[in-house]
T-cell receptor, first 113, second 115 residues
Framework: DAGVIQSPRHEVTEMGQEVTLRCKPISGHNSLFWYRQTMMRGLELLIYFNNNVPIDDSGMPEDRFSAKMPNASFSTLKIQPSEPRDSAVYFCASSPRLVNEQFFGPGTRLTVL | KQEVTQIPAALSVPEGENLVLNCSFT??????LQWFRQDPGKGLTSLLLIQSSQREQTSGRLNASLDKSSGRSTLYIAASQPGDSATYLC??????????????FGKGTKLSVKP
């Protein structure tokens, strides 16, 4: 099992550009989570899906952030337009069911100049 | 609103020492609690998951306990090794009646085990 796969691992972009982060959950897992980690705020849940349906997006900081899960094996987190304060490490995690143990991907380190 | 606190923020111990990491939470209505390890520049690795009805879980040299009523959990590491050096995070899942509360994370304890 390859675990949760995220791409890219590193992204450097300029303010105003669109950024798309990608995640492939563990096969057979029904729930997918997007988190953001910063030194100041720690790990914060942005949004999560269950059976491909968004359940809670209350952690999404602004309308510039959007997430989709078109099928059970793929999800994207998009920031448009990006701003320097979006710089952080973004993690994707999946679990067999919503309340089960979560398994994290390696993260995408985003730097917005 | 649930808040999770981990003290100390950093800890340095000599190899071989037994140690305890602490996690406290403000709302005792939890569904479960999970301990993670994070190595620099890496993702999180799940160590132990304790359901709200359990008092402890063990995996190898790790033992996690849970006292829901007092809002506390501890992670005990026996015979620490340099390879245990990492940041340890505690996360609590709230219980909104359906067990679908979100995971709320502490900011972690950075452990350094010196050879």
């Amino acid at each position: 099992d390859a675990g949760v796969i995220q791409s890219p691992r590193h992204e450097v972009t300029e303010m105003g550009q669109e950024v798309t982060l990608r995640c492939k959950p563990i096969s057979g897992h029904n729930s997918l989570f997007w988190y953001r980690q910063t030194m100041m705020r720690g790990l914060e849940l942005l949004i999560y899906f269950n059976n491909n349906v968004p359940i809670d997006d209350s952690g999404m900081p602004e309308d510039r952030f959007s997430a989709k899960m078109p099928n059970a094996s793929f999800s994207t987190l998009k920031i448009q337009p990006s701003e320097p304060r979006d710089s952080a490490v973004y993690f994707c995690a999946s679990s067999p069911r919503l309340v089960n143990e979560q398994f994290f991907g390696p993260g995408t380190r985003l730097t917005v100049l | 609103k649930q808040e999770v606190t981990q003290i100390p923020a950093a800890l340095s111990v000599p190899e071989g020492e037994n140690l305890v990491l602490n996690c406290s939470f403000t709302d005792s209505a939890i569904y479960n609690l999970q301990w993670f390890r994070q190595d620099p520049g890496k993702g999180l690795t799940s160590l132990l998951l304790i359901q709200s009805s359990q008092r402890e879980q063990t995996s190898g040299r790790l033992n996690a306990s849970l006292d829901k009523s007092s809002g506390r959990s501890t992670l005990y590491i026996a015979a620490s090794q340099p390879g245990d050096s990492a940041t340890y995070l505690c996360a609590v899942r709230g219980d909104d009646g359906g067990g679908q509360g979100n995971l709320i994370f502490g900011k972690g304890t950075k452990l350094s085990v010196k050879p």
